[in-house]
Every structure is written in structure tokens, then in C-alpha cells.
């Protein structure tokens, strides 16, 4: 079964810094997609950015991009220019194109931003 | 984007009793839907792959005669906790794909 790892529970960041939260997994497929999810106070999840394994680029969504090194099964969220309304819970999670496209979570990221 | 919505959003029970959540997807048709469960300051855990149609797949763990699943409609899952007790307090998520993967807002379950 794949697994995601996010050792960082909690980052912490000056408003207008950049950060980088870590990510990664394990999987024995060869295709298949990473996401960042967001989730604030309110509990909706939202996504930030995707990745297809087999796309080299890496995603990038306007202050938020990764690093994606798939033979490192890594997959680091950037944030520049952080804003206040960053602070959230950020989860990286892997999708399977098989059984079901089920996607499964890391532990997730707390990011605290301060003014 | 794509909706999906989940209703009730919060819902206080006695144990013993059972309780039903469901999962809409607004503007489009899943064949596919997903519950979650979410332990304060944790993650998301994956409970059961709900198709249209068909039984749910429950993850190794889940009591499927607990969470009763149905995904009666393309537009429509279902999840019943039976028999609720205070540890199956907890926030619980739906998700649908249409294309993309997109979340409800979740329900807060308390059993007292």
C-alpha cells in the first residue's frame, strides 16, 4: 500500500518569507498523482496544486510551487511571499489511478505565519 | 468548481442510537465517492470507497456493519453510523470525483 510521509508537524514562517514543507512517499506504481491540500480553521479541504508522476515540470500555481524528484519520491510544497491567510493545515496526499483513484494522506503540516 | 455538499454539517447523538450523513455531489455525477474520518489535530483517514450502484469497499479496520454505506444514486452517498458510541465521535469527510477530486465540508459527530 502507498504511504505518505510528512515529517514536519508543525513550520513556521515570517509573512512575505518563503517556506517549504516537505513530503514523501512510497509506492511500487509508476503512474499516479500527488496534491497539496490546504485546510483552515473551517475544515474545507482545498487544493493547492497537483503533480502527474509522469510529467518532469514541476506544478507551479502562482505563490505555490513543488519539487517534484520522483526517483527521491519527493514532493516539497513551496510558498513564496507567504500571507497571513497561508496558515493553515496542509496535507500532501497521493492519488492512484487504480482501485478507484483512492488517495491517501500524510499526517499533515500545521503553518503558522506571522505578521 | 465542482460542489459537494454534506449535510448535516454538525449532529449531536445519544449512544446507541444511529445517525445518517450524506454526501451530494451539486453539479455533476460520481460514480465514485469517498468517507473520511478526521481525529482532532490528525489526518485523513481513509473508511470506505462508496460505488454507485454497487457495495461499498471498506479499508482494513472499518466495521462495515458499523458504517453502513449506500450510494443509491449517481448524485447521492450515504453513510450511517450505527449503534453510535462516544469514540466514534469525530469529523467525518466525503469526497467525490468528478475529474478532479473534490470534498465536502465535513460533519462534526458527537455521541454523548
Known amino acids: 500500500a502507498q504511504t505518505v510521509t510528512q515529517s514536519q508537524p508543525e513550520m513556521s514562517v515570517q509573512e512575505a518569507e518563503t517556506v517549504t514543507l516537505s513530503c514523501t512517499y512510497d509506492t511500487s506504481e509508476s503512474d499516479y498523482y500527488l496534491f497539496w491540500y490546504k485546510q483552515p480553521p473551517s475544515r474545507q479541504m482545498i487544493l493547492v496544486i497537483r503533480?502527474?508522476?509522469?510529467?518532469?515540470q514541476n506544478a507551479t500555481e502562482n505563490r505555490f510551487s513543488v519539487n517534484f524528484q520522483k526517483a527521491a519520491k519527493s514532493f516539497s510544497l513551496k510558498i513564496s511571499d507567504s500571507q497571513l491567510g497561508d496558515a493553515a493545515m496542509y496535507f500532501c496526499a497521493y492519488r492512484t489511478p487504480y482501485n478507484n483513484n483512492d488517495m491517501r494522506f500524510g499526517a499533515g503540516t500545521r503553518l503558522t505565519v506571522k505578521p | 468548481g465542482a460542489v459537494v455538499s454534506q449535510h448535516p454539517s454538525r449532529v449531536i447523538c445519544k449512544s446507541g442510537t444511529s445517525v445518517k450523513i450524506e454526501c451530494r455531489s451539486l453539479?455533476?455525477?460520481?460514480?465514485?465517492m469517498f468517507w473520511y474520518r478526521q481525529f482532532p489535530k490528525q489526518s485523513l483517514m481513509l473508511m470506505a470507497t462508496?460505488?454507485?450502484?454497487?457495495?461499498?469497499?471498506?479499508e482494513q479496520g472499518v466495521e462495515k456493519d458499523k458504517f453502513l454505506i449506500n450510494h443509491a444514486s449517481l448524485t447521492l452517498s450515504t453513510l450511517t453510523v450505527t449503534s453510535a458510541h462516544p469514540e466514534d465521535s469525530s469529523f467525518y469527510i466525503c469526497s467525490a470525483i468528478g475529474g478532479e477530486q473534490y470534498f465536502g465540508p465535513g460533519t462534526r459527530l458527537t455521541v454523548t
Open positions: 503533480q502527474e508522476a509522469y510529467k518532469q
Open positions: 462508496s460505488n454507485e450502484g454497487s457495495k461499498a469497499t471498506y
Open positions: 453539479d455533476f455525477q460520481a460514480t465514485t
